[in-house]
């Protein structure tokens, strides 16, 4: 996924997703996801000048029926559009059962 242009409160910018699945077996499956955000200052300066912001996201799968699936998703995201400091990294981890209710519907409590 790409955009690029004005992004609202944040400014014009740029910004990008890619997402690689893997399937390593017949229950497990590894997903990797790395996101890239540029921006400029807006005229309400609620964006810092120059943004920018880059992180890469983790996540492990196991299917325990067609119904429930255990998830683990770790998660490093490294930041200038905050006050904190000048480059901050934030780092989560979570873990939690997916409850698929339909083809198009999946609780995620975390």
Known sequence: MLTAGDLGWRGDGYSHSNVLDFTLSKKWEYV????????????????TPNALSYGVNNYLFYTINDCWKWGTRAEWWKSNTTQV???????????GLNYKVNANFTVRPE
């Open 85 to 95: 400091a000048d480059m901050a990294s934030f780092y989560e981890v979570a873990t």
């Open 32 to 47: 990797l996801q790395s996101d890239l955000l540029t921006a400029s200052a807006n005229a309400n300066q609620t964006s």
